[in-house]
DNA sequence: ATGAAAGCGCTAACAC
DNA sequence: GTGTTAGCGCTTTCAT
């Protein structure tokens, strides 16, 4: 019952008047300019300390017309590693640099893209981190242009660096290791190529296709927006289809979860009776039995360059320095050989 | 290379100049305000559209003494569904209330959970929603009691409503299935109890095992902090350990994960060398083979309880009414039987 | 090295 | 109904 209106809490003119100086000396104090007598500055953070003064950071940051009190984390999902585990390294290390993070969900919707980040411009966000939709609204380029933006897992044509798992290759090597195992119908189930990186990963179906010789008409292609849901979906038509494929190659995380689920559901032997190569999230499909053969990709390390990245942006607009450069930067994603795939069944020893 | 620098945004000065009108009268439509002729109000609602007008947050809220314009969610990590998914929604939901959700991440350190906590309060949010380290520091104490506050998963002993899944019986239940089914030595792999849901979770466990009638010193009790090396780690020792229970049961999502994966990488058969229970994470417990026997708990419900509770004190804080009662809201969480539990080896048919 | 004062962009009394 | 004005709590010239 102590304190229930909650009280007001001091500010800079409160102390000002406590210790016999002006705001301008506690502010600079605070801020730790070299213009203030070393004692004094001492005596002053030592009183703000004792009085648990907290600067306001909304006063902050509306005074200091540029300041990088906030940004925008801006996602569809966070049903998967690739979102949640950059979303919390980036929180992380961001807050390190005395920013916070705002969590934004556009559910892959172009109309609630571009709320979220008008109420994000509203806040005079210093930048932003997104995954953008697949087709920005107009008015979200406009917004888009007039701040410091990083790209993550997906691009957009818009003028600013991106952070992307370098998967085309690992798509290349799982056609060909499938190949060579000795299967000749595979189907691939991806995202749409609308998606910046669902193009990229089908051009890496593609090209391994092409090196390992295969006849593309004997390749089923299958794309849909990357949810569980269509993964499960997309998994069992493809599987009650009858078409000859004894090879599966799964282009999303999203579409993994409800792909191997749909396998599993199917009853089909892993890799007796097909053979499955997965996308993303390594903590888990290694449970599945026997361990899923998968593309694995190193999300802690995209979610550091997307904040250095973001971060050094942050700093070229208020030194004047040029932006990191435009364009993609990668990580390597690897496949990576486990228990399910194997020969087709017809050339089973 | 249009709008280089960029422009400063249009303010409601601006607009109130170009439309020959006072700020207050600009402030006021756009706030809806009743008090403004229809006509004028819609056509500087039309202008603000023109203009592509952005009302500025930190502006608004520092005026504002008292709003709703940020709330805070601070969590130890967000490796686990149980925080990715109700964090997503919690975000969704909010912002459909108008607050923006700041991320922040403890890693289950109560310095820095402190610290995280300062910098929230530093922008004045409005409240937070927290899954609170085991310790409180005295000062997070101090501050966690000048604002609304939803505690998730945890409790810690403050004075605010929390929203649990009430998994004491999907425990309990655990126990007595694989009592039923003639376990007799189980081993329990939990969290600490002085996590709050480690104490309800290992309570669950000892009901069961009065309930089945089985004898307490056949029960084997691992308590560790809840990550999946922690669950891998303690797992593997348990495997290793002479020790002879013939089931598994975990009570933690992240400690799950880890677990199933050194159970599969021990060579272990389930059910038939042991039988395995394990928490949360539905999407992906299904997909091991056979599909794991698990305690399932909703988390969009969670999450959705959660952010009503935060607004509902939010609106209290502003109108004066009653905040929310103190004290726990459970959702339902239920043990879920599929194929890793079964007879024990010496009572195989 | 320190102080006085002018904002930052908005809201909310208080006048008219 | 609409305008005037005084803040919200801080930073930042410009003086001294």
């Known amino acids: 019952m102590a304190s229930r209106g909650r009280r007001r809490s001091v500010g800079v003119v409160e102390m000002a008047r406590d210790l016999g100086v002006s705001t301008a000396t506690i502010s600079r104090a605070l801020n730790g300019s070299p213009s203030v007598r070393r004692e004094l500055a001492d005596r002053i953070r030592a009183h703000a300390q004792a009085r648990g003064y907290v600067a306001n950071r909304l006063a902050r940051a509306l005074s200091a017309s540029t300041s990088r009190a906030f940004v925008g984390f801006v996602i569809p999902y966070v049903d998967t590693l690739a979102y949640s585990a950059v979303a919390a390294e980036c929180a992380s290390l961001l807050s390190a640099a005395g920013t916070q993070m705002i969590l934004a969900i556009t559910e892959n919707d172009a109309e609630r893209e571009y709320e979220q980040l008008r109420d994000l411009v509203g806040t005079r966000i210093a930048g932003l981190v997104i995954s953008p939709t697949t087709h920005l609204l107009d008015e979200t380029r406009r917004l888009l242009a007039e701040l410091p933006v990083v790209e993550l897992h997906r691009v957009s044509g818009i003028d600013a660096p991106s952070v992307l798992a370098d998967d085309e290759q690992a798509l290349t090597d799982s056609i060909v290791h499938l190949a060579a195992l000795g299967h000749t119908d595979i189907a691939y189930l991806g995202t749409p190529r609308e998606l910046s990186n669902g193009a ?18 004997r390749i089923t292609m299958r794309l849909v927006e990357p949810t569980q849901e269509n993964g499960r979906d997309a998994t069992r038509e493809l599987l009650t289809g009858g078409l000859p494929f004894t090879a599966l190659v799964v282009g999303s995380g999203s579409l993994s979860v409800g792909a191997a689920d749909a396998v599993r559901c199917s009853g089909r032997r892993l890799p007796d009776d097909l053979s499955l190569v ?12 026997p361990p899923l053969t998968m593309i694995q990709v190193p999300y802690a390390g995209l979610a550091r360059i997307a904040a250095r990245l973001l971060l050094c942006a942050l700093d070229a607009r208020e030194t004047g320095n040029p932006p990191p ?20 069944p017809g050339r089973r020893p």
């Open 325 to 344: 450069a435009t364009g993609p930067h990668r990580v390597l994603a690897g496949l990576c050989v486990a228990g399910s795939t194997g020969p087709p």
């Open 278 to 289: 997965v996308y993303g999230d390594p903590a888990w499909f290694v449970l599945a039995d």
């Open 200 to 217: 990229i990963r089908l051009r890496g179906i593609r090209r391994g296709v092409a090196k390992a010789g295969l006849d593309p008409r």
